[in-house]
Every structure is written in C-alpha cells, then in structure tokens.
C-alpha cells in the first residue's frame, strides 16, 4: 500500500466521521487538528503531525468545502 493510499483511506474516513455525526463535522470545521486528535467513535486517525497541520488550515462553512480542499492536499 502507498502512502498517498493510506492518507487518502483515512481522509475518507474521517469524512465518513463528519458525515454521520453532526457534532464531529461541527468540531471538524470548528477546528480540523483538535477534531482529528479527539478521534471518533473510539477511533483514531491514523494521520501525520505534517497532514494534520495542513488539514489544520482548512478553512470552510460545510463539509463539502471541506472536502473540496481536503482532497487538494494530497
């Protein structure tokens, strides 16, 4: 598995997080690195301190311009 695959396994898991619970998506949008630190449902996202930092400079309204940038990133 590549690492780009892996990065983009647990970006779509962490969509799925924000998409089934408005509170995450909420946290995720409020403030990325806090959100992915807390993890979700007992899980962790399995991210770099270097994804997370540019994940942490998202800046969006809902989750769709969330996702917009966040498939930019990698």
Known sequence: MTKNFQIQQEFSRLLTAAVINGAFRQALLR???DAIS???GGEAFNLSPDVIKNISGIKANSLSEFASQLVNIY
């Open 31 to 33: 403030n990325p690195s």
């Open 38 to 40: 807390l993890g979700f």
